[in-house]
């Protein structure tokens, strides 16, 4: 099992570039099976969940090609609309293949999807709003058939919750419809926006994304496009998370500060300064940081649930007490007995509410990932803690952080894989 060695106490400086964004290239590679013909798909990131996103094309047919950080799919032979458990339970983000497949194929079996065990995390209002697009769907032994007889049909869908997933799905099933979607309560995220624009360069009819109410015409014919995937706004974040522990100065090449507008009052706010400059964000520890008094985590324009962990390795050693709430994930602190093993003092309360009491300092230990980001937390809190910390379980950081251990490196880092 791998390993990630990191020796704490140096300040980072220098430049890094940042990856393209996972949570975007997932869903446009199950948008390239939807839209037929092929499709290049540049700056996507090299991460075992969109490794297994291409398993996936593969397994239904499609065929693909990795040039770099190009994907390029051709779909025009794919022929299959089911996915076998051991390709679903990779990922959560699986389930986005089955909004795919219904608009392509009129039909779709999968299984519940894997993925980071944050939370209970149902599939609801995905099917509820399959449903309610004319779609059959019936379950056996935890497998999900799903047929469309008379064709998936355009309706007026109304979330309940502003789920990115279940918005994606919805997408993805209407753009070949008869008549037309509407989402209501949709979820606002630039990963949405960014799924969009591929499908409109597709011939899609996709208007609205970005905001609470999306408009899906469904189009008769859909052919594959060019597209670039946005960069990974939580994984800037990390970085920036990653400097504010260590200290020094980090400059991000390719973040879109926009995107990012929700996190950097939070780092300002911490005592960071943080600077766009010439396509660069620049982050410039203080010499400590500040407390958050209260933070919570918010579907977008709100503070994002990704980034809760990171923040709150950086603030276990603030100067002061910061309190942090989740009510996006019920099961998203499991970083924290592993921050208390390097000295953090962390009290959760009622299972959402994270008491935060700055300490002096923390000491390296051995401790392990538990989620994506709870990992990425351990390596935040390991850069700015005295003497040595090993993470175990390193295949969740994988799923999302591209070779973090060569992007810390670069910043000066004393960081290596095992
Ligand atoms: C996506 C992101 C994930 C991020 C999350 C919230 C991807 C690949 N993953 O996950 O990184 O943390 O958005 O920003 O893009 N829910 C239901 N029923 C449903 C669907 C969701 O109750 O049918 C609930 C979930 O349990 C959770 C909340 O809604 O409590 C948010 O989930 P959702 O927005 O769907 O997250 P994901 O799409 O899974």
Redesign the pocket.
Known sequence: MEKIIINGGRPLSGKTELQGS??SA?PILAAAAAVGGVSVIHNCPKLTDVEAAIKILEHIGCKTKREGHTVIVDSSCAERFDIPERLMREM??SIVFLGALLARFGAGTVSAPGGCEI????????LSSFAAMGVDITERSGILECKAPSGINGCQISLA?P????TENIMLAAVSAKGETVITNA?R?P?IVDLAEFLNKCGACVSGAGQSIVRIRGVKKLSGAEHRIISDRIVASTIMACCASAGGKVAVSGAITEHLAPIIPVFEAAGCKITAQGGELITEAPKRISRIKSLRTM?YPGF???SQAIVMAMLSKADGTSVISEK??ENRFRHVPELIKMGADIRVEDGCVAVVEGVKKLHGARVSACDLRGGCALAVAALGAEDKTVIDNIYHIDRGCEAPEARLSELGADIKRA
């Not at 789920?163 to 279940?166: D, H, K, M």
Request: glycine share 8%; hydrophobic share 35%; charged share 25%.
């Open positions: 996972k949570n997932l959560r983000s939370g209970l995390r149902p599939i609801d209002l995905h919750f789920s990115v997933g279940a979820a995220e990963e579907p994002p649930t990704d996006i994930f």
